[in-house]
């Protein structure tokens, strides 16, 4: 008879800059480390797994720190997987694919009310409306939120201050790192 006793699952979510200043990653890297241990010590009979969609930047360091201390993650696709690729450049096209393979779950939120494959498929606002349902989605779909964030209010929709004021809406538990960018170029 087998006694291990499943551990119910404890989701924390994965939100910020794509463009985070390069010389401080470690840094970053660091506290995300500290913090996520400081949840796993405080939820013992849970299994705690990063969601995220696997974006340049912080989605992508937050699986990295969560790996280093041996939790799992899922990812949460903003879109079908061949549109989102077109996002990446060759290198972080490969970044992505090997994360999103190891992955121990993939999936995609649906399409917005207004969009289709062909309206999505280049930028539009189509487009931008998807990135900001995956952020709301990993927001809804966690019990804590890490936010890696400059702290600017931009009002861009689906950018991270969008998607930080939908998490304190929503009354979510949100663990803010302020950062850097690298350079300012748009919000995501």
């Known amino acids: 008879m087998n006694t291990t006793t499943l551990k119910h699952k404890y989701y924390v979510g994965a939100s910020g800059h794509r463009d985070l200043k390069a010389t401080a990653i470690e840094v970053y890297k660091t506290e995300i480390k500290e913090r996520l241990q400081s949840i796993v010590e405080a939820h013992p009979d849970k299994e705690v797994i990063i969601l995220s969609p696997l974006a340049d930047g912080a989605d992508r360091l937050m699986v990295y720190a969560a790996k280093e201390l041996g939790l799992r993650y899922e990812v949460l696709l903003p879109m079908p997987k061949a549109l989102y690729e077109t996002d990446f450049d060759a290198g972080s096209l490969r970044e992505?694919?090997?994360?999103?393979?190891?992955?121990?779950?993939?999936?995609?939120?649906?399409?917005?009310?207004?969009?289709?494959?062909?309206?999505?498929?280049?930028?539009?606002?189509?487009?931008?409306?998807?990135?900001?349902?995956?952020?709301?989605?990993?927001?809804?779909?966690?019990?804590?939120v890490f936010?890696?964030?400059?702290?600017?209010?931009?009002?861009?929709?689906?950018?991270?201050?969008?998607?930080?004021?939908?998490?304190?809406?929503?009354?979510?538990?949100?663990?803010?790192?302020?950062?850097?960018?690298?350079?300012?170029?748009?919000?995501?």
């Open 96 to 144: 992505f694919r090997a994360l999103y393979y190891e992955a121990r779950r993939c999936d995609t939120v649906d399409l917005c009310e207004t969009c289709t494959l062909e309206n999505i498929s280049t930028y539009s606002k189509e487009r931008d409306a998807q990135y900001r349902k995956v952020g709301e989605e990993v927001v809804n779909r966690c019990d804590e």
């Open 147 to 188: 936010f890696l964030w400059d702290g600017v209010q931009n009002g861009l929709k689906g950018g991270t201050a969008d998607i930080y004021s939908y998490a304190e809406h929503k009354n979510k538990s949100r663990h803010w790192i302020q950062c850097e960018r690298e350079n300012m170029k748009g919000d995501v």
